[in-house]
């Protein structure tokens, strides 16, 4: 891969920290090669072109209309068992 890819991921804060306020938050992440790019296809997580796209769309998933104003991100969707760099997938179509 040539070109520089961003996914959504859950948020390190509870995936590697522990911390229950991020369970339900979602964090950019890099996609740095070909397997992981069809991996999170595959799962249904989203592929971003670039930085900004990834950023935007990282604040509007954890902050969408219905939560504005609240401290604690409370992503609609999923997570994936499968992981990318060790934290799970943001699957925007399954269920919580």
Not at 73 to 79: R, S
């Amino acid at each position: 891969m040539t070109e520089q890819l961003y996914t959504l991921v859950q948020h390190s804060g509870y995936s590697v920290g522990g911390n229950p306020q991020f369970l339900r938050a979602v964090e950019l992440q890099s996609v740095h090669n070909q397997e992981t790019f069809n991996l999170i296809q595959r799962v249904g997580g989203y592929i971003y072109d670039n930085y900004k796209e990834a950023s935007d769309a990282e604040y509007s998933t954890n902050y969408p209309s219905e939560v504005y104003g609240f401290l604690v991100p409370n992503v609609a969707g999923g997570f994936s068992e499968a992981t990318c760099e060790g934290k799970k997938i943001y699957t925007p179509g399954s269920a919580k």
